[in-house]
Each structure stands twice: as C-alpha cells, then as structure tokens.
T-cell receptor
Framework: DVKVTQSSRYLVKRTGEKVFLECVQD?????MFWYRQDPGLGLRLIYFSYDVKMKEKGDIPEGYSVSREKKERFSLILESASTNQTSMYLCASSWDRENYEQYFGPGTRLTVT | AQSVTQLGSHVSVSEGALVLLRCNYS??????LFWYVQYPNQGLQLLLK??????LVKGINGFEAEFKKSETSFHLTKPSAHMSDAAEYFC???????????FGAGTRLAVHP
C-alpha cells in the first residue's frame, strides 16, 4: 500500500512565524504536490515537484516556498505565516506515468493566530 | 484549459436511496477523470478513475461513474446509500503533464436514516 505521511495533523502558529510542513512518501513516486483546501474552493495547487530539487509553481504560490532535497520528502514552507494561511494542507504524490492517480496524506490543519 | 464544476455543494439522501453526484468538466484534450472521497479528518482516497476504454467505471464501495463525452459529464452514482457514505466527494480532471489535477469545489453528502 502506498503511504503518504505528513508531519503534523494539527498545528497552531503565530503570525510572522516560519512554518515547515513535511510530507514523506514511500513508493518512490517522482511527482509530489502541495494543496490547500478551503470550504467551497476545493483543492488548490500551491506547488509541485517532478524530481529532486525540481519544482514549479501551482495556482496559488504566493507566501509559500518548497524544498525537495530527497525523492521521498517534500516540504512546504511558510516564510512568515499570516492569518489568511489558516487552512487544511494536503500533500500528494504520484508516479510520472500518464494515467496514474495521486495518493494523498491525511492533511495538516494549520491555524495561524 | 481544463475546469471542473460540481453541481450542488450539499446533497442529502435517505439511507437506501440512490446517490447521484454531478460533475461536468471542460478539457481541450481527451480527459482523464477521477472521483475522490474525503471522510472527516482524513485525506482524499481514490474512488474510481476514467482514462480510456469502457465509459462505465466501477469503483470501491459500490460507486460507479459514467463518462459521457457528448455531455462533458462524469456523474457519480450508487444505487443504495449507506450511512458510512457520508463524506465529501471531489471530481477532478487531469491537466497538463506530471499528473497534475484540477479539482471541483466538492459535494458534501449527508445520509439520514
């Protein structure tokens, strides 16, 4: 079974703090993704990575950065957290073969106060 | 450009009744289509997918969906709802390379006795 794990299920941070969200997958997937999920908006892509050290912006990259130093690990960084970044963050991974689905982690609910 | 529209943000059915969740898509290329389910406080789990071939796709937990190219639809059905089906359901279409997906806004299904 594919397993995608996220470092925290719940996180509370203060405005201005630097926040790290970590994601690890155990299936040697090439592609990894970070989404945020907000009610009524579905999932929106923040960043994705298609190889180690390779990344591309998604639809809402502002205020976020990412790091992928090892194939199995993909980190999302909030350089200076703000209250409008309070959300559910979901990590996913996928093989880079045309018709393969994404596999999701359990999510991290981040609250910025 | 690809997009996904899910009709109805909330659907309520009685236990044992038919479940019908609607999804319409737009895609400039032959679409790959997915339905995911999210149970409370969990990540997304794949229910079923359509890539090529048979247009009626069967998934887990008794769900199925039919790809109708002429209607640009991929509606999700289940003949008889169970209380455990209460969850949020997301339709998605593949966009571009790297198995990126674009998601609909989601439909929350409630099942009452």
């Amino acid at each position: 079974d594919v397993k995608v794990t996220q470092s925290s299920r719940y996180l509370v941070k203060r405005t201005g703090e630097k926040v790290f969200l970590e994601c690890v997958q155990d299936m040697d997937h090439e592609n990894m993704f970070w989404y945020r999920q907000d009610p009524g908006l579905g999932l929106r892509l923040i960043y994705f990575s298609y190889d180690v050290k390779m990344k591309e912006k998604g639809d809402i990259p502002e205020g976020y950065s990412v790091s992928r130093e090892k194939k199995e690990r993909f980190s999302l960084i909030l350089e200076s957290a703000s209250t409008n970044q309070t959300s559910m963050y979901l990590c996913a991974s996928s093989w880079d073969r045309e018709n393969y689905e994404q596999y999701f982690g359990p999510g991290t609910r981040l609250t910025v106060t | 450009a690809q997009s996904v529209t899910q009709l109805g943000s909330h659907v309520s059915v009685s236990e044992g009744a038919l479940v019908l969740l609607r999804c319409n898509y737009s895609s400039s290329v032959p679409p790959y289509l997915f339905w995911y389910v999210q149970y409370p406080n969990q990540g997304l789990q794949l229910l079923l997918k359509y890539t090529t071939g048979a247009t009626l796709v069967k998934g887990i937990n008794g769900f199925e969906a039919e790809f109708k190219k002429s209607e640009t639809s991929f509606h999700l059905t289940k003949p008889s709802a169970h209380m455990s089906d209460a969850a949020e359901y997301f339709c998605a279409v593949r966009r571009g390379g790297y198995n990126k997906l674009i998601f609909g806004a989601g439909t929350r299904l409630a099942v009452h006795p």
